[in-house]
């Protein structure tokens, strides 16, 4: 149980170009998701916190209207890198957790490396 | 500030037992979860702590101590698929979990 999918997987874009990554609970309803970006050899940065119907909160300096999320159903939130340039590139992680307690495990998406030319 | 303190790298041998340290600074403590990182893939949770002592879960184990700031990860039978990094995080005051950087783990046979 617990199982996060993401998609894509990986994804190679042209600078300029906006590009959409989805992430699924597959067997649970998700009432908050969460995305965070990896640099290699790096821990993970949490860019921003969703909850399913509201307006995502966003960690100080990450830009909202570069990184716009979207958290339509309790088993789907989505994000979108805008007008992508090679410093976007990254390890993008979804996490999800099922909710109801102050302190939640949170399972993780296979990730989705993202690589702007 | 907060912070989360793991060694970057150890190595180990197959079949033998290793112990990755994390002490931690932050605003509150709220529970401290490890979690398995292999290489290119997302995290998966390993363990979540919140009382002082040891909790084992098979060949891994997991230690807290609250009042020096402190635990650990024991992992006994070492086998090559262990071989990935090992992130320490801590739930905060406000419920924000803070990760550390994380402990590669070297395996040879």
């Known amino acids: 149980g617990a199982v996060v999918s993401q998609h894509p997987s990986r994804v190679i874009c042209k600078s300029g170009t906006s590009v959409k990554i989805e992430c699924r609970s597959l067997d649970f309803q998700a009432t908050t998701m969460f995305w965070y970006r990896q640099f290699p050899k790096k821990s993970l940065m949490l860019m921003a916190t969703s909850n399913e119907g509201s307006k995502a909160t966003y960690e100080q300096g990450v830009e909202k209207d570069k990184f716009l999320i979207n958290h339509a159903s309790l088993t789907l939130s989505t994000l979108t890198v805008t007008s992508a340039h090679p410093e976007d590139s990254s390890f993008y992680i979804c996490?999800?957790?099922?909710?109801?307690?102050?302190?939640?495990?949170?399972?993780f998406g296979p990730g989705t490396r993202l690589l702007v030319l | 500030g907060q912070n989360i303190d793991q060694p970057t790298e150890m190595t180990a041998t197959e079949g033998a037992i290793v112990q990755i340290n994390c002490t931690y600074q932050t605003s509150g403590f709220n529970g401290l979860f490890w979690y398995q990182q292999h290489a290119g893939e997302a995290p998966t949770f390993l363990s979540y702590n919140v009382l002082d002592g040891l909790e084992e879960k098979g060949r891994f184990s997991s230690f807290l101590s609250r009042s020096k700031g402190y635990s650990y990860l024991l992992l006994k039978e070492l086998q090559m698929k262990d071989s990935a990094s090992y992130l320490c995080?801590?739930?905060?005051?406000?419920?924000?979990?803070?990760w550390g950087a994380g402990t590669k783990l070297i395996i040879k046979p």
């Open positions: 995080a801590v739930v905060d005051s406000n419920y924000q979990l803070i």
């Open positions: 996490s999800a957790t099922l909710g109801g307690g102050d302190v939640e495990t949170q399972y």
